[in-house]
């Protein structure tokens, strides 16, 4: 499991660690059923502190990816996953996100046009 955490990234650490979780989700690196490695584990493979993973974890099962049982790892687990919960923080996101565009003078085409290009440049990594 490759997981990338950036200094310079303005994300919080533990919202990185719970982005990369789900790309390697999207990715098929990880898959429905396995464990994710213990919190002391990870936490000391990637240097950081076991609140940092703790965090991540939670926001993980707040999510609907994972399932946490006491004494035991992390299971990825999308049985749980609320897609209306999903659509709803995509659409603050998205929102969020409009409002930035617009602040900045970026124009709604431009923008999409930008958005597409990213996504089809993705798909070919």
Not at 16 to 26: F, G, N, S
Not at 51 to 66: C, F, P, R
């Amino acid at each position: 499991m490759f997981i990338r955490l950036y200094d310079d990234d303005p994300r919080d650490l533990y919202v990185q660690l719970a982005d990369e979780i789900v790309r390697l989700m999207a990715e098929g690196a990880l898959e429905d059923g396995e464990e994710l490695p213990s919190i002391r584990s990870l936490a000391s493979t990637l240097q950081v502190n076991v609140k940092t993973v703790q965090a991540s974890y939670q926001k993980l099962a707040d999510e609907g990816y994972i399932t946490q049982r006491k004494k035991a790892r992390a299971i990825i687990d999308r049985s749980r996953f609320d897609r209306e919960a999903w659509e709803t923080r995509w659409r603050e996101r998205l929102r969020q996100f409009q409002h930035e565009c617009r602040a900045t003078g970026q124009s709604e085409r431009d923008t999409l046009e930008r958005l597409f290009n990213d996504l089809q440049e993705e798909e070919s990594l």
